[in-house]
């Protein structure tokens, strides 16, 4: 019975999330004709393919209670390497391997520090969130790289053919799919889950917690690495300060997707729904010409109220219940 | 039998005082091993530089990091409690937005009014965060980060792209943050004053105690009938007024403000309160320590300039810095904790 009430109410989260995503079009569909054409959605979705990318880990770090915020410079340190290899005469498909390398490392220290000094990963992250954007802009200063070949450009920016669906959108579909099959199909997505419920019992279950979180932050790297990628094709330039204060966007995705901040809980199917409703939102403000900042009121009081609401409508119940048997207990009387 | 017992639990008392004792040592310890690396930093880039050595350089150090010591004495206060408050770059951006204006606006304003009304801004932002956090129940570090965004947000839909500058304000609100009072700026006094009066009320009001023990154990606390919700809501409210007191300053510093001001300074501030040796946890930690944290990182970051090392390295530095801060950390717990284990063996 209880059981059920908590699936009921991991269910009804996404619900809500739907309900949101739902007014998200009917609002952008009355500020703007132009909200729910198939070129718009095309753009909406190569806007926030980076987000949406660093978002599929960071799910799964969360829910296995740590946190990454090093998630933005990793990308930027990417970026950085994707510039001065290609610089350097390398080849492209090098260049890439070479970023992906450099993000994993990135990761791998992440994890190392948290798992073998059993360092609290909020600090280490945001130590390593200073260091690897410094080493960004130690590799390449203030610098540009923006003479990339145009098939690699044309990844950043281009539609599989005959269609309006942008290629990096098919990339983070084929990972979605990926990331739900293991998360919530697989031994290893309820092991993550164990770890974030309870540490101990999970090390006692036979669960190598060290070796799993070790892996979850290396696949961050990994994955933020691919996103500096997505995002240095997509603007066809590779700075230092790409994506800078992307981490607290990525956050505030997989928040708002229901996924507990204390780990154990949540689900990617929500994720992608909020990243769907942010993403919607900001687009429908963005053709009004609200600017960026001026949307993120909304986003903050998004992130707020999706915690807030449901702990005030738990608290107004059971305040009702309490009245009720008060009540009750006084006819007995 | 009695007697026996009562030496056992007398031996267990002895035992017990004498690892709290240790504990005190190392906490000082912690704080004298920041002290001796801001020393070490000060000496080795002053042989090689001796400019860097100057009193007028000292003073340069301190002004630059009192704005950010300001704030971090608010940050300490909740990180103590088991929280975080992330929006404080937002609200520091926000009060020195609306104060700067208010004099660009009503040059007349006098000097009081400006402070309290980026007093009272700081003050309503961090009550906002309080009631969420303690009466929404929602965790610290959602919540923040939500007001983060909200905070800046609403800055920049009451900027709407404008900017104040210097020629804008009258001097006397430039002075507030650069006249010198004894030979040194009135800047530096704000953050030393706070810093001491802050962090004797830890040290010895019961209410400074109490937010050890929250830190240390919420439940615990709640048990000893300590109002944990009420302190909460209060240290919010506290890191607020101060983050819009520090809005003021840096108004009165920067002189030139625009709706980007301060962004980013949490991540800086939190810094300095780690390296300073407070526990992200809660429960340990001092003011002092924070500030000899904040003292270290612009230390550093004024050496390399001295140095002649280009400024791309700051950032990595400070990060490094944070990480081999808690590292070291980590190892003393761990070394401490085999010492008391031993100790209680004997």
């Known amino acids: ?333 | 039998m009695t007697t026996t017992s009562e030496h056992v639990q007398e031996a267990d008392t002895l035992s017990r005082r004498s690892g709290n004792r240790l504990v005190a040592l190392v906490s000082r310890v912690r704080e004298l091993g920041l002290l001796v690396v801001l020393l070490l930093i000060v000496a080795v880039v002053g042989v090689q530089v001796p400019e860097f050595l100057t009193l007028s350089n000292m003073v340069q150090i301190l002004l630059s990091i009192s704005i950010l010591a300001i704030v971090a004495i608010g940050e300490t206060l909740v990180i103590l409690t088991r929280n975080v408050d992330l929006s404080v770059g937002s609200i520091v951006g926000f009060a020195a937005f609306v104060a700067a204006n208010l004099f660009k606006q009503n040059p007349g304003t006098s000097l009081l009014l400006g402070i309290l009304v980026g007093c009272a801004l700081g003050l309503v932002l961090g009550v906002i965060n309080g009631l969420i956090v303690t009466w929404g129940r929602v965790p610290a570090i959602v919540a923040t980060l939500g007001t983060l965004y909200a905070y800046r947000g609403l800055e920049f839909l009451y900027a709407g792209g404008n900017q104040v500058s210097a020629s804008d304000v009258p001097d006397s609100f430039l002075s507030l943050a650069t006249a010198p009072f004894l030979g040194i700026p009135l800047l530096i006094w704000f953050a030393a004053v706070l810093a001491l009066v802050f962090g004797y009320w830890l040290r010895a009001s019961r209410t400074g105690r109490q937010l050890y023990a929250i830190g240390s154990n919420p439940d615990a606390a709640r048990l000893a009938g300590i109002r944990s919700g009420l302190l909460v809501f209060g240290v919010f409210a506290i890191s607020g007024l101060l983050s819009g007191f520090a809005g003021v300053l840096w108004g009165a510093r920067f002189a030139t403000v625009d709706a980007t001001a301060a962004s980013g300074l949490e991540l800086q501030v939190i810094a300095a309160v780690v390296v300073g040796g407070v526990n992200i946890f809660g429960g340990s930690g001092e003011i002092l320590g924070a500030m000899l944290g904040a003292l270290v990182l612009g230390t550093i970051d004024n050496s390399l300039s001295f140095l002649r090392v280009s400024q791309f390295w700051l950032q990595a530095i400070d990060g490094a810095a944070i990480l081999i801060a808690v590292t070291l950390d980590a190892f003393i717990k761990r070394w401490v904790q085999r010492l008391l284990i031993t100790r209680r063996q004997r």
């Not at chain 1, 393919?49 to 880990?57: D, H, K, T």
């Not at chain 1, 990417?78 to 990135?106: C, E, K, R």
């Open chain 1, 1 to 333: 019975m209880k059981l059920l009430r908590k699936q009921l109410s991991a269910w009804s989260w996404e619900a809500l999330l739907v309900v949101l995503l739902l007014l998200t079009i009917v609002l952008g569909n009355s500020l703007s004709p132009y909200f729910l054409t198939p070129f718009n959605f095309s753009l909406m979705v190569e806007g926030f393919v980076e987000i949406a990318i660093m978002s599929l880990s960071m799910t799964l770090i969360i829910i296995a209670g740590e946190i990454d915020l090093s998630v933005a410079s990793v990308l930027g340190l990417a970026s950085v390497m994707m510039g001065i290899t290609w610089n350097a005469g390398i080849p492209l498909w090098l260049d890439i391997i070479i970023a992906l390398a450099v993000g994993s490392l990135a990761g791998l220290v992440n994890g190392l520090l948290v798992t073998r000094l059993g360092l609290p990963s909020l600090v280490v992250t945001l130590g390593t969130l200073a260091l690897y954007r410094g080493l960004a802009f130690v590799i390449l200063g203030s610098q540009a790289v923006s003479n990339f070949p145009s098939a690699y450009t044309n990844f950043g920016i281009g539609d599989v053919p005959g269609t309006l669906i942008p290629w990096t959108f098919v990339l983070f579909v084929l990972l979605a799919l990926l990331f739900i099959v293991v998360l919530h199909r697989s031994w290893i997505g309820r092991q993550i889950y164990a770890i974030g419920n309870n540490k101990e019992a999970a090390r006692f279950a036979g669960i190598r917690v060290d070796q799993v979180k070790l892996l979850l932050f290396v696949l961050s790297g990994l994955l933020s690495a691919l996103a500096g990628i997505v995002l240095t094709a997509r603007i066809s330039s590779a700075r230092a300060d790409n994506a800078l204060g992307f981490e607290l966007f990525v956050v505030t995705v997989v928040l708002l997707g229901g996924i507990n901040i204390f780990g154990g809980r949540g689900s990617l199917v929500g994720v992608i729904l909020a990243l769907f409703v942010i993403g919607g939102l900001r687009n429908a403000l963005g053709l009004i010409n609200v600017s960026g900042d001026i949307q993120n009121i909304v986003i903050g009081t998004l992130l707020v109220f999706s915690v807030l609401g449901p702990n005030i409508a738990q608290r107004i119940q059971s305040a009702l219940s309490r009245r009720r048997l008060a009540a009750g207990s006084a006819k007995n009387v």
